[in-house]
C-alpha cells in the first residue's frame, strides 16, 4: 500500500516535471492565440520557425553543458566568429557555400576544442573559461571583419536558412511534400511510442491506460499535421526545420541511449561518484565542450543565412536566450538534470513570447522585462518542485 | 564532590536507531575527563546533546550545569554558558586570519558597532599567549599546520570565557610532539580551573591526561574509571569498549580457500595536498580466492585511503608499489584500469562517493558497468532495465520500481544499490569500505550473506570495519592498519577483539614488524590523517 503510494507520488511528481513545462507552453500559445488572431497564421508560423531556430540549436549543445554542470557564455561569440569566417570566404574571396560552411563548422570545432582544454584538463570553470572566450572569440570576429559587416551572401549560402523544400509533388496552395514529409514524421513518432510502450509492459514498467494513450497519440499527430498544414499553405516546408528535426532526434538519442549521454549526467549528479564509477570526467568535459563550438558554428551558419551578411556584433547576447532556454525547460542549475526535449520547449517558449511581442510592437525594453520574469519564475517553480518532491522523500 | 556537569539517563533516537540509550555521565569540577568507546558508540552524539546540537526536545533525560538543569535550544546557548565543543573537523575559515577566525561571530566592536581591528589583533595575541603560540594575529589560517590551528581553537573556546571545554579526537590529526603540546595545555588549562571533556581513541593519551574514564558501547554508559586506580589498565578500558556477545549476528559459512587473487607489496602513498606527509606506508597485503579479509583501523589510520589509492589511484599521490592480480602485475593508474582488472570498490560515503542520488536506481547500478550493456557507444537500455530489475530482486532492494530515485531509499537500501553497481561489473575482488555503517541489523544480515554468496563463487572480499566484532564475525584473516602502516596479521580463529584493539593502537614508534613489512627502513613516519582530509581530496 505504502509502496504504491509512494510509487504513484513518485510518477506524479516526475510528471509535474516533465509536463509542467509542456502545460506552461501550451497556455503560451493559447495566450498568444486570443491575445493576437494573427500569431497562428501560416506566414507568421513560419516566420517563427526561421527566426528563433539557432537558439533551439544553441540550446541543444548548451542543455549537455549544463547537464555536465558546467556553463557556457561564449557561444554568442563563437557564432558570430564562424558567421564572419564564412562571410570573409564566401563574400569576399567567393568561394562556393560549402566551403564557406566547412570553415565554420571548423572554427566551432577549434574554439569548442580550445574551451574544453581548459575546462578539461587544467581545470579551470567553464563559466570563467568561456566568460574569457566570450570576449576572445568576439575580438577575433571584429578582426576577421575589420569591424564592419560583409553583405550579402546571395545564391545557396542565403538559401540555407531562407529556402524551401518544396513543390516536389505540386499541389494547389497547399504543399504536399511538406504533408507528406510530416505525415511520415508523425507516423514514425507514433511507431516508435507504441514500441516503448511495448518494452515498458514488456518489463513491467507503468505504462498507462491504452485510452490515454491513443487519445495522446491523436493529439499529437492532429497537432503535427494542422501545423504541417499552416506550413504548406504558406511557403512549405523551411529547410532549417529539417536540419532542426535531425539534430534533435540526434541529441536526444545521444544524451539518453549512449554511454557518453549517461556519462554527462553521471558527472553533473555526482562528480565523485562519477570518477569512481570508472568515468573519464575530462575526456566527457572536453567533448562536451568541442560539441557546443561545433553547434555554436551551426548556429551561425544559420543566423548568417538567415541575415545574409555577417556582423561584428552578430549573436550578441544570444548565449543567455539559450540558457535559459535550458533552465526554464526544466534543467537543474547545480547539474545531472535536463532533457532536450525539456529545453527545446523552453527555447519555443521564449520564441512565442518574443514573437508575440513583436506582433504586439511591445517595446523591445518590455519585452526584456517579460523574458527576465519568465527565467526566473521558470526556476524558482523548478526550486519549489524539488523541495517538494524532497519533502515528500 | 562538586560537580560541573550531570547528564542524567539520557536517550536518543533517530529513525530506526537507538543512539543513546540511557546514558549518564558526571564530570567533576576541574577534571580531565576522557570518554572511550567504539565508532558509532555514541560518544560524539553525546557530546552533540550536551552543546546543543541536537536541543531539548529532541532527546529525553536531564542535564543540570553548575548545579542547575540546562535545555540549551542550540550551540549558541550551551557556548554563552561557558560550553564549548571543538569538532574534530576543525571550524575554521582558511583564508581569513588568526584573529579574524577567533573572533568569528564574536566581533569585537567599537565604535558605532564597527570592529574594532587594533582591539581584536591585540586581544588574540593575548589569548594566543594563553594557549602557547606567538603568530601574527593578521595570518591567515591557511598558513598555520593543523598543530598551530588546534591550538587557534582553544584560543577561540577562551576568547568565549569557557569553562567546559570538550575536544573530540583533539590529537588525531597531530604529529607526536604537537599532540604533546596540546596535552600539556590541557593540563594547563586545568591548572586554570578549566574542565575538559576528551574524546579519544589514544589509550595511552588517556592514560597520561585523563582524572576519570567513561566508556561507552552501543548507546550505552558500561563504566567510569578513576584513573588513579592501578586496576584502571589500557586492557581494562579496551575491554570495556569492546566486550559483547557475538552470536547469531553474522550468516554462517564454510571457507573454501585457494590461490591469492590480489597481492599488494610495498603500497606507499602520500598525502594529495600536503607534500611529503606519509599517508600509506609500504603496506603489504594478500587476498584469496574465497575469502573475507578484513583490515582493521580506528579512523585516520589510512583505511579509506589505502582502498582509494589502489582503486585506481583515485586518492594520493606519488603512489609507489605493486599490485598483482592472479599473480600477474597490474597497472592501475586510473578507475578504469582498475575495473578492467577486475577490482571492485563500495566507498565508505555512499551519499558523497558512491550514488547519484538525483538520478533513478537503475541508472546507478549500470554506472560502472555501462561497457557490459554497451556496443559502440550504444546502451541497451532494455537490458539495462532487466538488470536493474535483477539486482533489485536479488539484493532484495525494497523499492518500488528501479525507476524511483537512489537519493529516496534509505542507507540499507543505498547501501545495496551500491552493492549491485559492483556486483554487475563481475569483479574478482571486491573491497568494502564501512559496509554497514548507519543501517539497521536487518539490513546488516542481508549485506553479510551477499559477501558470503560471493565468496563462494570464489571472489575474494576485503572489508574495511572500524567495527571490530562485525570483521571478528565475517571475515576469515585480518589485517590491522595503523598510521598507513600494517601493524599485524591474524587469522579470524586466533583474533580478539582485545587484541586486533592492541594491534590498532600500538605507539607510532613501536609498530610491530610482521612477515610483510619487517625491517623496513623507515624513511619517515606516517601521521595520522584524518576522515576530513579526505573531503575535496579525490583526484
Sequence with gaps: MNATAAGLRDGLTKNLRQSGILIAFIVVVGASALLNPNFLSPGNLTNLVLQYSYILILALGMLLVIVSAQIDLSVGSVMALAGAVAAVLVIKQGMPWWVGVLAALGVGLLAGAWQGFWVA????PGFIVTLAGMLLFRGLTALVLNSISLSPFGGDFYLIANGFLNGLFGGQGVDIFTLVVFALAGLIFVYLQVRDRQARIAYNQEAGSMVGFIVKQILILAVLMWFAYQLASSRGLPNILVLLAVLIVTYTLLSQKTTFGRHIYAIGGNLNAAKLSGVRVRRINFWVFVNMGVLAAVAGIVFSSRMNGAQPAAGNGVELDAIAACFIGGASTTGGIGRIGGAMIGGLIMAVMTNIMSLMGVDYPWQQVAKGLVLLLAVAFDLWNRRRSEGAA | MDNILEMRSITKEFPGVLALSDVSLTVERGEVHAICGENGAGKSTLMKVLSGVYPH???????????????????????EKGIVIIHQELALVPYLSVAENIFLGNEVRGVGGLIDWNKANSLATELM?????????????????????????????????????????????????????????????????????MISHKLNEIAEIADNTTIIRDG???????????????????????????????????????????EVKDWTVYHPTQPGRLIIDHASFTVKAGEVVGIAGLMGAGRTELAMSLFGHAYGRDISGEVSMHGKRVNTQNVPDAIEAKIAYCTEDRKVYGLNLIDDIRHNISSAGLFKLSKYGWVNDNEELKVAQEYATNLNIKTPTVLTLAGKLSGGNQQKVVLSKWLYTDPDVLILDEPTRGIDVGAKYEIYTIINRMVSNGRAVVVISSELPELLGICDRIYTLAYGRITGEVPAAEATQERLMALMTVERNEAIPTEENGGLPRRQQATQSTDSDMKGNLR
Design chain 2, 129 to 197: 599567549q594563553r594557549v602557547g603560540l606567538d603568530e601574527n594575529p593578521t595570518t591567515p589560517i591557511s598558513q598555520l599546520g593543523v598543530g598551530k590551528q588546534q591550538l587557534i581553537e582553544i584560543a577561540k573556546a577562551l576568547s568565549k570565557n569557557v569553562r567546559l571545554l570538550i575536544l573530540d579526537e583533539p590529537t588525531a590529526a597531530l604529529n607526536d610532539t604537537d599532540s604533546e603540546h596540546l596535552l600539556g595545555l590541557i593540563r594547563q588549562l586545568k591548572a586554570q580551573g578549566i574542565t575538559s571533556i
Design chain 2, 220 to 262: 550505552m554508559t558500561i563504566e567510569t574509571l578513576d584513573m588513579a586506580d592501578p586496576a584502571s589498565t589500557q586492557d581494562r578500558i579496551i575491554r570495556g569498549m569492546v566486550g559483547r556477545d557475538l552470536e547469531h549476528r553474522f550468516p554462517e559459512r564454510t571457507p573454501a580457500i585457494g590461490a591469492p587473487v590480489l
Design chain 1, 121 to 124: 584538463f587544467v581545470g579551470i
Design chain 2, 57 to 79: 526536545g529532541t532527546y529525553r533525560g536531564e542535564i543540570f550545569y553548575e548545579g542547575e538543569e540546562v535545555q540549551f535550544s542550540s550551540i549558541n546557548d550551551s557556548e
